[in-house]
Every structure is written in C-alpha cells, then in structure tokens.
C-alpha cells in the first residue's frame, strides 16, 4: 500500500491508532514529522556550513588565494601571518553575526516545537498532552477555543451543532477576519462527540504544496463511498481557532510539508543596481592590478638583464623572465589592498545603519495603528533613490479602503441619499475607538484574544508567528495591526447609514402598521417596484459571507427551531387583507405574496419593523406620516395596469401586528427608520471579509433588514414585522477575480423554492442579465437602460459600484444543477475548473434588481504626495481593477490628471482596431508636441507631460502582445501618466515587467491587497501598504508603508540620502585604496621593481581594516548632503541626484584618476624633501604613509558635511556659524597649514 503514497500527485492518510496499523506503517514511514527546523547550522555543522556559504563570495576567495601565495617562499611579501589576518577578521566578523541569527532561529524552533496540544493515544483511548513536535500524520488533535493549530489538520468534528468552525489566519495572511471551515459533510450529526476509534476512512489528498487557498481530495469510508474534500474542510497550521468550543481534526500535512511553512520563504534579498554597478567597478579594479603586476614584472626582468656589477646580492642563477613572473604574484599580494575586501562588509554594515534610522522615523510611524515602517529587504535601500516609474493599486492604496454606503438605484429610480452625503462631508476622521469591541473578542491595549464565553474556550495561548523565524517584530506588527483592523469594518463612519426619506415612504406604503387608504389625490404605487425594494435590501442582507457577533456573545448562530411573530399563515393573510393582487405576467395567477417572494426571477419578503422599546417599554417614535406625504412615485412600469396599489380604490385597512408578541400594538405608525443604534448590549458587530461586504450589511440594517446570525446551513434575518426568520442556505459561491461576483443559493423560507441572489462588477452583471420578452420586456428594459445610467453616474463620482440581481430555479433545473455542483466539489484533478464552469452556469438570466455606490475616500495628503512625485521626476502610473469613469474621477481628485492635461481613451474593441487606435494616439501625441514647442519656453518644457492615458483590461491586453508593445511603449512614453482601468492582477505584474525591462529604468509598485502581490513581486522595489485588506502585499513586499503619503519621505528624503551616501562611500572607497597602493607602486621604480615596501607590513594590512574604516562607515549611516525639510519642499532636487549621476563609468575613473594624482604628491614630495639623506625605507615610507592618511581622511572630511561639523566642533571655536562656506575655507586652510609643518619638519 506504501506505493500509493508516491503514486501520481497524490498522499494516502490513515489513522495512526486505527485498526489499519500494519497499513498506515506502511503509508506513512516517508511522511516527515511535526517538528520544524529553520536553522540553518547545527553546533558539528556550523564551521564547516558557515565557512562554504562565506566562501561563496568570490571576494573571500580572492583574499584566500592571496593568503595561501603568500606562503610560497619564492613570491613571499610579508610574515605569512599577517596576510592571514584580514581575512581571519573578516570570517570572524560574518561568521559571529550568523551564529547569533541562527541561536535567534534555534529558540524561536524551540518554543514552537514545545508547545503542549491535546493527541488522541491508542492504547490509553483518551487524549494526552503532547508537544507539537510528537504530532504525527494521522494522529488526531483536539483543540479548544482562542488555541493554534500545531499541523494542517482535516476538521472532523465541532462543537457547533452546525459542523461548522472559525479560524483567525492573522498569524497565515495578516487577516483578522473570521474565516469559516467546515466539517466534512457526510460525517455523523455534531450532537454527539467524535469517539476516533470509530473512524475507519481512508484519506486521499494532494500531495504537499505552497497553495493556501487550495486542497483537493476525497475521504472514502468502509462502504466505499466517497465524499469530495476542499479547502473550506482543512484547518492550516498557525492559524487560531476562535468562537468554537471544541474541535477535532486528523493531521495529514506536518511539520514542513504544510502549506504555513512551505510559504516561509524567509527575509527577501535582492541585488541593487548599484551593487551590480560595484562588481563591475572591482572587476575595474583587478584589471588595474594586473597591469601594475605586469608592469612590475616586465620591470624587474629588464632590471636584471640591464644590471651590471651589482653592489649588492642578487639571485643570478634565475634567469629574468622567471624572476619577473614571480615579481609578479609577489607583487599581487603586496597590491592586495586595491581589491576592496572591506568595502562588502562596510556596505553591509551601512545598509543596517541606515535601515535603522529608516525605520525609527518618527514622521514614518502611524499611531492609530500603532505600527511603522518595516524593511523587509535589507540590501536595496539605494535604489529608493533612483525610482523613475511608480506603479500604484487604487483602492486601499490612494483610498482609505474604508467603505461606506453613499447611494443606490432600486428598480431604475435612483435614492440620493442627500442626508447620508451631508453627514460624509462633515464626518471628521475618528481614532479607533472600538478596539475593544471585534468580533473574536479583542483586547484593545494587548491585541491578544481574550477567552470565548464557553466552558472550556478558558485556555488562552499566545499568537505564534510561524511563517518566518528571523523576526518577532513582525508578530508584533501584526498583532499591533489587529484591533485597528477589526475596529474599521465596525467604525461609525460605516453603521451610521441615513436612510432615503423617498425609499423610506414607498416601504412605508407596504410596511405601515396600519394602512390607510384614503385621499383621492394619492397616486399608485407599483407592487413590482416594492417587489424590488425587498429583494434588493434582502439580497443586501444575506449574499455574503459575514459572521454576526456582539460584545455579549460570541458569535450569533440560527437556533434551531425559529419561530417568527405571527404564523406563516397570518403573514400571508395580512397580505391578503391588503388586497395586493398584480395581473398576471407569466404563469399561474398569484396573490401578491407569493409574487413577492417568487415573482418572475425573484425572491423577497419584507414586514413592518417595531420601534425600538425602552427599558420601561415606551418609547415614541420620532416621525409620522409626514414622509408619506413629502412627495409622489413615479409609475416606471408604464403599462403597469392593475398591477399597482391605488390608494383611492382601496378601502381604509388596518393591520395589527404585536412587536414582540407580549407587547402593545403599534398603531398608526409608520415605518420609523433613523440612524440611532441599538443598545450597547444587543449591538451587532459583522465580520466581513472585505469593507465592501460590511457596509452593504449596515447598509440594509439601516432599513431593518438586519442580518442576525449565521451557521453553515440556515441563516437568520430579522425583518420588519417579525422578529427573526430562519433562511436555509444551499450554497455559497464566493467571489473570484475572473467571476467577479458572488452568489448565495437559499431556500425561500415561505414558498420553498430555491432563488439565487448575485452582486458583482457592473461589467459582469450586466451582461448576465436576462432580457425578457413579451410584457415584461418594456419594463426590463427601462430598469436596465436607468440603472445604467446610474452605474455611469455614480462612476463619474468616484463611487465603488455594485450590481445587484436575483434568480429563481425550479426544482428540477435546480436538481441537475446540484448532481453537477457535488461533482465538482468531490473532483481531485481540475476541481477549479469545474467550480467554475458550475457557477457560471448556475449564474444566467438573473434579473437585474438595482445597484450601489460606496464611497473610498483619498488617504490624507495623497494629491500632494503625487505631485511631489511627479516634480521629482517619477512618472506615476495607476493600476485598478474598477472602472474607468471611477478610475479618471480618482485621478482628477489626487491631481494625476489635472484640467489642463489631454486624456486620451483606449477602448477598443479587437486587436486590430487596437493596433490602429494606437498608431492614432502617437500621431496625437506628436502633433500635440510640436504645436505646444511652437509656444514659448514655459509651455514647451511641458508639452511632453500634457498627455494622460486611459486604457481598460481589454485594450490592454492586446496592448501586451508582441506585436504591439512597442507602439504601447511608445506612446506611454509621451504620456505623462497611464491609468489602466479593469485590470487583472496578471496585466498589472505584466504591465511592470515589460516597462522595467524594455525601458530600462527603475520601478517601484505599491499596492494593499493580495491581487497586488505579483505587481510587488515583480518590481525592482515593492512596497506594500497594510491596510483593510490583509497582509498579503505587505508579506511579499520589500517595504511596509501604512500609509500613501510616507512615500514622499520614503523617497526623496532616505532615498535620496540612502543612495548619496552609499554611491560616495564606494566612490571614496576605490579612491583611498587605488590612491594608497600607487604609494608602494611608485616605490618599485626606485627599488628594482623588486616587491619591496616602504611601509610596516602591520600598517599595510590595518590600512583598510582600522586606519580607514570608522570614517566612510559615519558617512555612509548619517551623512546628509541636504536638509529633510529642503529635500521636501524641493523635490526636483531627487531628480537633480539622478540627472548628476554621482556613480557611473566616468564618475568612477575621475576618481581612479584623482588617487594617482594624489598619490604622485604623496609620494614624491616626501621623495624630493629626503633626496641625498641616509634614511632608511621605513623612515622614508613613515611621512609618506602619514601624509597619505591625513589626505585620505581629510579628503572624506571635505566631502562629509557631518564629519565636517564634527571637527569643525572640534577644531573651529572661534568660527561664527553663520559663516557657511567661508568656516569651511578657514578650516580647509588651516589644516593645509598643519600639513605643511609636518612636512617642513621632515626635512
């Protein structure tokens, strides 16, 4: 049997104390255990280990070479020791800090591995305490509330009568929301405890992979039967189990196979630019070494053919060309300071130093989340400084991604919601104030769970952050991240909807608790059009994947038995008492309130709502009837017949219906909607997965169609009228980026038929949309033409636009649909595939209710942030998934598109007419150019930024192909911006690739969410924003920003400061060594070329090691060419950096050029001062070493404005400092002074 372990892509899992041992031996003698190791060394392996990686650096290399020639006696330089010590240093230096890292690993190891879980034991048939590194594949684990999850585990059992149980991934993704699993679903009803001697099945999965949202197989039981297993079936290591008393899971990935530590990729590294400029430069430098060798070799071989009577002992019985050639490797070593060994170190070094200050950046820190900047990659912080291209995500991004509920179009009749607008423009921004109060619980001063309200939920643990080892800031980022989130779904700004008063008066005209039908003047309403009004707030309520919770209780669940108010019965009678009878449409005639529920395509139910009782009961209302009479409805259903309510036909009615059942009648009230909130201890907290689904819930509770708890099967919606009703839920299927829609399939609690509600991009449901034909068709068609009105509307406002539409199937069409969902749901090979196929089906000829427009505010300072950029000289890009009238109305307010800029549009509709569209642009653009440089010099410096580019996913795509990406380059290249709107997250990661490469220029991408990763990824520096969506982006990126506008100092301030220093670092790195090497090149010619030096061999190895090194690493850590406050209001000066180019070609042989001439008068003024004394070579090397020195240290004081401070502090006392640059002189003239005396004194 252990074969089928191995057998294609899939692993067999068995209980480890079943009946089947012989052949779970057998399975499971490959599978690794629980235990995780992410050291990289152990204490045999460490020397060893640790020396290979180091010697992976061609540089270590070079420098061992050069320490094993030394001992060859016929080429030896110095004391076969001291060439030995630089190295020695540097292996130790490396070798003491990856100890120290991998001692961090081995005990962060050690704490994860000796955490206590509950494992089921065979021969004592009870569950024992076990570490987590003695869980096994096929051991079962019981854990209990607020507890990690030591191993990916199958859920087998719950608690929850419903089989259903929630987990928070914060510690996985960075998500704080509640995520929902689910027991397998054939398994035994959940009333009795799980007893693991009874399971018998066998499991069949995947084998280990890095894909969290994926896990595809099937469990087959002992009768053979086999039931399908899917993601929302696994619980995932490291995530934590919330608001579930008690579960049960069989381990089938541990330790390193499961999909937690599979994505521990660890710290991100990448290479520079300037450090592939730097290997360059020292490839440079062992040129100019070879040819100094050679020169010293063909010097000394012509030396000694030439010498004539010798007056001192020379090796005459080598011949000269020998005698050169080990001149030559002689001279290799003793020139082995121009290879820069310290200069790897030293830059190593400064990067952590500037990291640092990076990092503690007070103006970088945001206090409502209590976090900062991170550095998650810690060798490209240079390349902040050289960014030409900036690609930015939309929402959540330059939005807050805080979601609120502005307006909405019912039926083709648009509600403004003028009240809820006013209260957005005075709505002041607030602190966090309900940290305390999240769904699962939180304490706002900890951000750790407190205990669920069950028996035994009492057992707290601590959040372990098992992705990555190497740092436990980032748990406490995260867990720092966690009350802020949880509180922004919740935020007032979101639950405070102000209803409609014209929405409100037409549910008036259906949900009064007494009806009067009286003046003659009154106009009809439609029924159709309320049929609409309560699908679509149903629809708002129920089609999603929220979690209900309170401060008092955990989480709200569907009791099992439900029962409303009044009786089904009486609902309908009250109905029919209203004598709402439409004509028939299509079908047999119905009453209207099975039209209600049923009609057509629809499904809805909607009842009058009780005021809100005080404690004492009483508690007046504050409106009446006035709303009913502000204004009249406008018949949109023209034709419409009888199918209307005529308040003048109509007899006076009145309907009486008891608000809890035990207290007064309302009478004569009407519905009464306002924005107060229910009492604090009743109050409802939703747990959505994204802003967008929250503020759509609160959206419908503001007109009582409030969503009251949830379970797997049922959900429970409280409705005007009654207090709660039981809706069963069939099936959820979730929204996905090529759908882009979600829909829930329920059970209509009073018809019993099966209805779909759907919301999703305009684009999608739009075109899913029926068109109906005979009578029906005027009125669809009407709806459909105003509500895309609407959608264009609220896009031109910068609104988020959803579409809303609905779906009844009849039971037959529904059953062979299911036969087809269940088979997809139980496939292992292309189970995805099949997913979608069934939800498309499933997902046609709905019938359009209305739409939604919710407002994303700009984040602060977002229009000066771009602004400063692009006068920088960084070309700002957006890439977004909404729709252009959103996109450009988003562009306009953070000033990327300006009113005097020309927008160009790229919509097309093939790829020809793409090719052809483009080609038009560019003549646009060019003509565009020349008119605008016919005008003055003002204008013309701007022409080439007057164009902004409009392009959709479609017209993209085209755009990307081979055959015209360069047209697109082109044209992208007049433009001063591009705005891509409807793009996949594919196109965004393509978008980057093709202007980083084929343009060749520096790109940085930021985004907030998971749909953003490959864009960071991708880019030459990523940066991802912790916001409303996870942590997804910010995982993946190199830089962790909170908010947009840290750009700006990110940038032009450390960037520009990072990328300075480190580019003159280097520079006066090569300059130090060439220049203090030319000193003993020179010597050769006065000493035969012989190898010989004129320096102690100590000082020529200390030269790099102590005498220069303290120096270029306080320039390279806090030097600043310019001041912050400069730097930010001057933003051009960024763009100045990388115009002047401090570090190319030229830069680098100016300062090559710069060491020779220095090191001619080093050398020969010493030279010429000593001519025709007896001094030895020691006392001739000692001025030249230390008039060399003071140079090189005195040139990095020059060039340094902080070490120039320093010892002007120092030196200057009497120096005013408002003197500026005349100090400097002062100080530049006195120490020539110095140095003058000490070379008068050598003489």
């Known amino acids: ?36 190791r992410t050291t990289k060394y152990s204490l045999l392996t460490f020397i060893p280990m640790n020396l290979f990686q180091q010697f992976h650096r061609v540089a270590n290399i070079y420098f061992l070479f050069l320490a094993l020639l030394n001992w060859v006696p016929v080429v030896e330089a110095f004391e076969k020791e001291i060439t030995m010590i630089p190295l020695l240093v540097v292996l130790t230096v490396i070798a003491i800090k990856d100890a120290l890292e991998d001692y961090r690993r081995y005990l962060f190891d050690k704490k994860v591995n000796n955490n206590v879980v509950r494992v089921f034991c065979g021969k004592q048939k009870s569950y024992l305490d076990r570490c987590w590194k003695d869980v096994r594949v096929g051991d079962f684990v019981h854990l209990s509330c607020n507890e990690i999850i030591p191993a990916d585990l199958l859920l087998l059992y719950s608690s929850d009568p419903h089989g259903v149980c929630y987990i928070e991934t914060a510690n996985l993704d960075g998500e704080t929301n509640l995520k929902q699993r689910q027991v397998v679903s054939d398994l035994a009803l959940q009333d ?20 969290l949202s994926r896990f595809r197989g099937y469990i087959e039981h002992s009768s053979g039967v086999r039931v399908g297993l899917h993601s929302s079936n696994l619980l995932l290591r490291s995530c934590t189990i919330r608001n579930t008393e008690t579960v049960v899971g069989i381990v089938v990935y541990a330790g390193h196979e499961t999909k937690a530590m599979m994505n521990n990729s660890g710290p991100r590294y990448k290479r520079s630019k300037l450090e592939k400029r730097l290997n360059t430069d020292v ?39 020998l005698a050169g050639f080990y001149v030559f490797w002689t001279m290799i070593i003793v020139l082995q300071v121009l290879i820069p060994i ?30 900062r900047i991170q ?34 179009s019912i039926y083709g009749v648009e509600y403004p919601h003028e009240e809820n607008a006013r209260r957005l423009e005075v709505y002041e921004a607030e602190p966090n104030e309900e940290t305390n109060r999240t769904v ?31 740092s436990m800031e980032e748990e406490d980022q995260l867990s720092n991240h966690v009350p802020a989130r949880a509180g922004v779904f919740c935020s007032r700004m979101a639950k405070d909807v102000v209803p409609d008063p014209e929405l409100v008066r037409k549910l008036n005209c259906l949900c009064s608790s007494v009806l009067y039908l009286r003046d003659s003047s009154s106009k009809t309403l439609s029924s159709l059009e309320l049929t609409y009004i309560t699908d679509f707030f149903l629809a708002l ?122 207290g007064p009648k309302q009478d004569g009230k009407d519905l009464n909607i306002d924005v107060e909130l229910e009492d604090s201890d009743d109050e409802l907290l939703y747990e959505a997965e994204s802003p967008d689904e929250a503020a759509l819930v609160y959206a419908a509770r503001a007109y009582h169609c409030t969503l009251r708890g949830r379970s797997a099967e049922s959900l429970l919606v409280e409705l005007p009228g009654i207090d709660s009703l039981s809706v069963q839920l069939l099936h959820i299927l979730p929204f996905d980026s090529n759908r882009k829609r979600m829909s829930v399939v329920v059970r209509h609690p009073l018809t019993g038929q099966v209805v779909v509600y759907t919301k999703g991009a305009d684009s999608v449901i739009m075109d899913l949309a029926e068109t109906p034909k005979g009578a029906e068709q005027e009125i669809y068609s009407h709806v459909r033409e105003q509500t895309q009105k609407h959608l264009d509307s609220y896009a031109r406002e910068g609104l988020r636009t959803l579409c809303i539409a609905t779906k009844v199937l009849e039971e037959e069409e529904y059953v062979v649909w299911l036969k087809r969902q269940l088979l997809a749901e139980s496939s292992i090979e292309n189970r995805e595939e099949l997913l979608l196929e069934s939800a498309e089906l499933l997902e046609t000829d709905l019938n359009l209710l209305g739409c939604t427009g919710i407002v994303d505010r700009l984040q602060e300072d977002v229009p000066e942030t771009i602004e400063a950029l692009q006068k920088a000289g960084i070309k700002v890009w957006v890439l977004t998934g909404d729709k252009q009238e959103t996109a450009v109305n988003v562009a306009n307010a953070c000033k990327l598109l300006r009113s005097d800029d020309q927008l160009l549009t790229a919509n097309c509709g093939s790829k020809d007419s793409c090719a052809a569209l483009l080609e038009e642009l560019i003549l646009e653009v060019q ?48 433009c001063k911006a591009v705005i891509c709107c409807r793009s996949t997250p594919l196109q965004k990661s393509k978008m980057v690739h093709l202007i980083r490469d084929q343009l060749g220029v520096m790109a940085l991408a930021v985004g907030d969410g998971a749909n953003d990763v490959s864009m960071i990824q991708v880019a030459d520096v990523g940066i991802g924003i912790s916001g409303q969506e996870g942590m997804q982006a910010v995982m993946s990126s190199d830089f962790a920003i909170s908010r947009f506008k840290h750009l700006k100092k990110l940038l032009l301030v450390h960037g520009h400061w990072c990328c300075h220093r480190l580019a003159n670092m280097i520079l006066y790195f090569i300059y130090k060594n060439v220049m203090y090497v030319n000193l003993l090149f020179w010597y050769q010619f006065f000493c035969g070329f012989s190898g010989s030096v004129m320096i102690n061999a100590w000082v020529l190895i200390l030269f790099n090691l102590v005498f220069t090194s303290v120096p270029p690493l306080i320039y390279g850590i806090l030097d600043q060419d310019r001041p912050a406050e400069a730097l930010m209001k001057l933003p051009e000066l960024y763009k100045a950096e990388q115009t002047s180019k401090i570090y190319v070609s030229s830069t680098f042989w100016i300062s090559v050029l710069d060491a020779f001439y220095q090191s001619l008068i080093c050398f020969f003024i010493p030279y010429f001062a000593l001519a025709g004394s007896d001094v030895g070579d020691l006392s001739f090397g000692s001025p030249i070493n230390t008039s060399a020195l003071f140079i090189i240290l005195l040139h990095q004081v020059i060039e340094s404005n902080t070490l120039f401070k320093l010892i002007k502090s120092v030196f200057v006392t009497d120096v005013d400092p408002r003197a500026g640059a005349g100090a400097q002189r002062r100080l530049v003239l006195r120490l020539h002074a110095a140095l003058q005396c000490l070379l008068c004194g050598l003489r």
């Not at 204004?631 to 034709?639: E, N």
Request: net charge negative.
């Open 1 to 36: 049997m252990a074969s089928r372990r191995v057998s294609g892509r899939r692993r067999t899992v068995l209980a480890r104390h079943g009946p089947r041992q012989q052949e779970y031996e057998a399975v499971s003698e490959k599978y690794k255990g629980n235990a995780i």
């Open 342 to 371: 310290s200069l790897y170190v030293s830059i190593e070094i400064v990067k952590l130093g500037q990291i640092y200050f990076i990092h503690n950046d007070l103006d970088l820190y945001n206090d409502q989340l209590d976090s």
């Open 541 to 662: 309520a129920i089609c999603n994947s929220v979690v209900v919770s309170s401060p008092s209780q955990p989480r709200h669940v569907v009791p099992e038995a439900q029962t409303p108010l009044k009786s089904l019965e009486e609902i309908k009678l009250m109905f029919q008492r209203l004598s709402f009878y439409p004509p028939q449409i299509k079908g047999s005639p119905r009453s209207f309130t099975s039209r209600l529920f049923t009609r057509g395509k629809t499904g809805s139910f909607t009842f009058p709502l009780p005021t809100n009782n005080s404690t004492n009961g009483s508690h007046s209302a504050p409106e009446s009837n006035q709303e009913t009479n502000k204004g009249q409805v406008d018949l949109l259903a023209k034709g419409d017949g009888d199918n209307s309510v005529n308040m003048e036909d109509q007899e006076e009615l009145e309907v009486h219906v008891d608000a809890k059942g035990d």
């Open 440 to 470: 699962t619980l939180k304490s706002g001063f900890s951000g750790k769970s407190l205990s669920c309200r069950s028996v035994n939920c009492n057992r707290s643990s601590v959040s372990l952050h098992t992705l990555t080892a190497e």
């Open 927 to 974: 003509s565009g150019g020349d008119g605008l440089m016919e005008r003055t010099d003002e204008s013309s410096s701007s022409s080439a930024t007057s164009f902004v580019l409009v392009i959709d996913g479609r017209t993209l795509e085209w755009a990307l192909q081979d055959e015209l990406k360069g047209s697109f380059l082109e044209l992208s290249q007049k």
């Open 375 to 408: 550095c998650r990659a810690l060798n490209i912080t240079e390349d902040l400084g050289q960014i030409q291209y900036l690609f930015s995500d939309k929402t959540g991004t330059l939005t807050e991604n805080k979601m609120v509920f502005r307006r909405c």
């Open 283 to 321: 490839l440079w430098c062992v040129v100019v070494l070879i040819v100094m060798c050679l020169t010293a070799a063909l010097g000394h071989g012509l030396w000694l053919k030439n010498l004539k009577d010798p007056i001192f002992e020379v090796d005459g019985e080598t011949s000269p060309a």
């Open 192 to 211: 009795v405890d799980f007893t693991p001697e009874s399971f018998h099945s066998r499991i069949e999965c995947e084998n280990p992979n890095n894909d």
